[in-house]
Every structure is written in structure tokens, then in C-alpha cells.
């Protein structure tokens, strides 16, 4: 199964790539006039309206048709966690799961099993979840979140990932700091590379756009970073855990700062 990298033409396949060479003098063009358009605005008062690009229209329908040819590929993506031991072992093992209000209970039952959480623990720790609230229910149950970009450790947006066992569903709301420190006490930092068919995601455009802007900065220019957030609401099977990458290991620190080694941030 071939693996394509958003951030890196070297990943396209041929057919990929052939599509966004026919469409070169188009993305040049569209980018080209934008930049131009920008720097002759903010060089202005400001007084008279933003132009129209003439190519936005035809760059928007190529974008939108590469999104649908990402729908037939896989991408790599970034999943940022502390699991235990175990875990790491059963993922790998059996694969990845959308999260729920019963996959929560499991993971805290099964730690109370294991002797690391007390049964009173347990329901103090599932009530806190914010995945009981009607507002947060949406972007949280049936979802499994990644990213398209590898980030750095010690980026704010995924520190607390890091930090605390369970993601978000346990530690978020938490106010009782003898809870805080129990879950930020279990497991340890890891980062999983993930296969994820793009099919499976609500995210083709996004990848669209990403592969878009990767192959235009080979033509030397400046699109907008494309590093989107992405999740899926259908599990995927061991084959799609590419790597664990724990707390300790050389490769953990480095991620998104020297690893993957093509790798380079543009935010």
C-alpha cells in the first residue's frame, strides 16, 4: 500500500503527479497573481476594494478534482497520546477505534482491573468527561482526530495530549487536581503514525489543497500552509499503525523537527 505524505511530492504517485503538472502554469499563475495582489493591497490606504484573481475559479474546480483523486489514496497521519504499555500492544495488535462513551468506560474498567485506577476513580473520572455534553458530543463521539502534519512535542496543541492518559475525553473538564495528577501519572507520551484512507476521512478537500500547495512550492511558490486536522468515524486495522514513537526514543523528540527527515515546517 502506497503511503503518500500531503507535505511531500515525493510520496505522489505518478498518476498524482501528472495531474498536477498538466495543471502547473494554472497553479503558478493563481498563486503568482495572489501574492501580486496582496503585496499591492497592503502597499495601498486600503480605501479601494480587493481585485478579483482571474484564475480562482478554474484553481478552485482543479483543487476540488484533486481532493476527489485523494479519496482513492492513503495518507499518513499524526495521532498524539499517553497510553500504557498495553495499550500500545493491543493497538498494535488489533488497530485503531472511534472514540465513545462506552469505548471510555472499557479503557477506565480495564485500568481498574489492572490496579492503576480505584473503582471510585473510575466514575469520578467518566462523570468529568466532556463527552456527556450535548455540545461537545459532536466533535468528539465516533471520531478518532489526527493530524496531517507531524508537530513538534513541544507544541502547545499537543502537549496536554502528551501529558495526560486518556486524550481529551478525561482530562479536559478535570478540576480535582488529585485526579489531574493521576492521569497525567499513567502511561507515557506517545506519537502513532497512521495510515488513513483518505475515503474514511471527512477531509478530501483539505488533502486536495495540501497536495495543491506541496507541488506549488516546487514551482517557487508561496501557497498557504496545508497542514489540516482530520479524523475518522470507521476503525482501522493493524496494518494502518505505521509506528509507535514513545517518550525516550530519539525518534520521539525529533518528530516534526528533523523527523520525518523530508520534513520541514512552513507555519
Known sequence: MRIIDVW???TFDPALLAMLEQKAALIRDYLTT???QFL????????WPYPTNPYAADHQDF???VGQEMNHRTIRAWHYTRLLDDEVRIIQETGIYPGTLETLRRRLDAQAQAGLLSAANVEALYAASPCHHPEQQPGRLGKFWLTSDP???DDGGVKPLLENWGGEATYFWLKDERLEKLVAGMGRARILEVGVPVEKTNQWLSAGRAVVGAFARTLGCRPDHGAFDLYTMEPLG??????????????FKRVGRGYPAKYKSIR
Open 8 to 10: 511531500n511530492v515525493a
Open 34 to 36: 495572489s501574492r501580486r
Open 40 to 47: 499591492e493591497r497592503e502597499a495601498s490606504d486600503h480605501t
Open 63 to 65: 483543487v476540488e478534482a
Open 151 to 153: 508537530v513538534r512535542i
Open 238 to 251: 493493524a496494518p494502518a499503525i505505521l509506528a509507535v514513537h514513545t517518550a525516550g526514543e530519539t525518534t
